[in-house]
Every structure is written in C-alpha cells, then in structure tokens.
C-alpha cells in the first residue's frame, strides 16, 4: 500500500496564490483530481492527503468538498486562522479534515509561531484532535523545536524535510534533528527534487526519526519543477511504515 500524505489542487484563475512567481509559471494553471488521478493508479498508491496552498477558509471547504466527491483523497490538511477564534472555525467545517498548516516561512517573523495569539490557536488545533504541519525552513526550526517542546501532547509534522538548503546545510541539521528528538513529531519525505541533495536528505531524515515516523509525500504537482511523480517513490524505497502506516496512524486516516 502506498499513500501520498502531500499533494495539492489549485485553480489560479479562480483564485490568488501569491507565491506563485514567475519563478514557477509552469504551475500557474488549473491541477485537479482528474489530472493526479492516471498518476496514482500508474504508480499503485492507494490514496492522499491533500494539503492547503493559500491562507483562505475558503480554499479549506473547498478542499474538503473535493474530498468528499473524489475516493482517493483520504484527507485534508486545511488553514485557519491560529489568531483568531480557532473552536469556532473548525466548526464550519465538514468532512475529512486531519491536520491545519501555515506557511509559516513566509512570514516576516522568524518567531511567528511563538506568538501568544499563535500558540493559543495551536493548544486548540491539537485539543481538537488534529495534527499540524510545520511548514518552515532553517530560519524558523528554533521556534518550531520550540512550539513542539510546549505542546507535547499534540502531533506534528515537518514537511519537506524542513526545506533542505544549499548552503548553511548545518544549521538545518541542527533544527531537524533537535525536532526528531521529540516522539510527537513525523518527518514528510516530500518536496525532496526542489530543495537540495535529495538523496542525502533522505538518509539523514530516516536516521534522525526512524521510518516509522517518516512518511512518503509527492509534493504534486509543485514536484513537476524537477521531477516525474514516480520519482519520489523510487527515492523513499520500499518500507511499508514510510509508504503509509505513518501517514495513517498520524493523520488518523480511514483506508478502504
């Protein structure tokens, strides 16, 4: 069994997706269930975690709507709003929402999570039962390791290996690996041919968590920049905890 716990859709005439640069024209078009779909039944991976790529309760119901209407997707990682009233977003909600993501590295603040507002959302995001994916790169693993070290009884997840740089490569071993040393957070395999060295990366996120809290993720299409879906899969090898047990016992999924 295979599970991509990382993929997106996205419609940019519909709506704005602000860090889609000229950096990455190739992914400003319309990516929809229909067009993933050929690749997972290519591939044999049973079914996905879709994941948000803007800040909009908008894009969240309509994520969990495409959700209910399309059989592979297992679940969905939303936004909201950490800042504001957290119990009473959560609450429109319907559907197979499993964890709520920021994209916390592009904020100004490198110690944006460690805002009061920001961590009270978090206790509520993680009383709720939901995981949070820590979408940051090195300049902003202090204030993860440190959010993970207040809320010891909530899941996190990393993704993107925490965004491995071309440069400065120790201070983000530094960060990942102080993260692996906390039993409540699973590394995302994912986003591996857009960031550096992704072999290495591998090898060292495997031996800093272990592959039971390591989870296979394609990062599609965003992995169309630099490589076929299937590559990824190749990459991560062959383990079964990496492929899907921890993206289901994490997000707590329900597989046919």
Known sequence: MIVDSHQHFWDPARADYPWMTEEVAPLRRRFAPEDLEPLLRRHGVTGTVVVQARHSLDETRTLLELAAA??????????????GDV?????????????????????????????DDVQRGLGAVGAAGLAYDLLVRTRELPAA??????????????????????????????????????????CKLSGLFTEADPEE???????????????????????LLASEYGDAIELVGDDADVLARTAIRTYGLRVP
Do not use: Y
Request: net charge negative; glycine share 10%.
């Open 201 to 223: 990366t591998v090898a060292q996120a495997l031996r800093w968590f272990g592959t039971d809290r390591c989870m296979f993720g394609s990062d599609w299409p965003v992995c």
């Open 70 to 83: 399309t059989p592979f997707v297992l679940g969905v990682v939303g936004w909201i709003d950490l800042t």
């Open 145 to 186: 390791v440190e959010t993970v070290r207040r809320h010891p009884g909530m899941r996190f997840v990393l993704d993107h290996a925490g965004k491995a740089p071309r440069a400065n490569r120790d201070a983000w071993a530094a960060g990942v690996s102080a993260l692996a040393e906390f039993p409540n957070v699973c």
């Open 87 to 115: 119990e009473r977003q959560l609450g429109e909600f319907d559907g197979e929402l499993v964890g709520v993501r920021h994209q916390v590295h592009d904020e100004p603040d490198s110690d944006w999570l460690l805002r």
